[in-house]
């Protein structure tokens, strides 16, 4: 099993920066995937980053320019790092991987993070 942790979030001012880490840990052979979601009240959830194990990113339109995603595979940890943020960026961030495991194998399974919760406040 694959248990996902997230940090970093917070209360920010609009225009202010915050970085997001999401630590993997548990009994797997390789993460693949790692992205990065958010859900704000009354919305769906939505994918905003995501980065393919072999460096592969995308982005929603509605970070590009703002967000970077980045990964250390030392680590098993995937980041986002938020600039210039806005009100309208205020939500639960989920982080989420898919990962190859005993159970899993020759394919795998997809495993998601608590949530960290951002504030941008005007």
């Known amino acids: 099993q694959v248990q996902l942790v997230e940090s970093g979030g917070g209360l920010v001012q609009a225009g202010g920066s915050l970085r997001l880490s999401c630590a993997a840990s548990?009994?797997?052979?390789?993460?693949?995937?790692m992205s990065w979601y958010r859900q704000a009240p009354g919305n769906q959830r939505e994918t905003i980053a995501s980065?393919?194990?072999?460096?592969?990113?995308n982005y929603a339109d509605s970070v590009k320019g703002r967000f970077t995603i980045s990964r250390d595979d030392a680590k098993h940890t995937v980041y986002l790092q938020m600039n210039s943020l806005k009100p309208e960026d205020t939500a639960v961030y989920y982080c989420?991987?898919?990962?190859?495991?005993?159970?899993?194998?020759?394919?795998?399974?997809?495993?998601w993070g608590q949530g960290t919760q951002v504030t941008v406040s005007s």
């Open positions: 548990g009994r797997f052979f390789s993460i693949l995937t």
């Open positions: 980065i393919a194990h072999g460096g592969r990113i």
């Open positions: 989420s991987c898919s990962a190859r495991t005993a159970n899993s194998l020759p394919g795998s399974f997809d495993y």
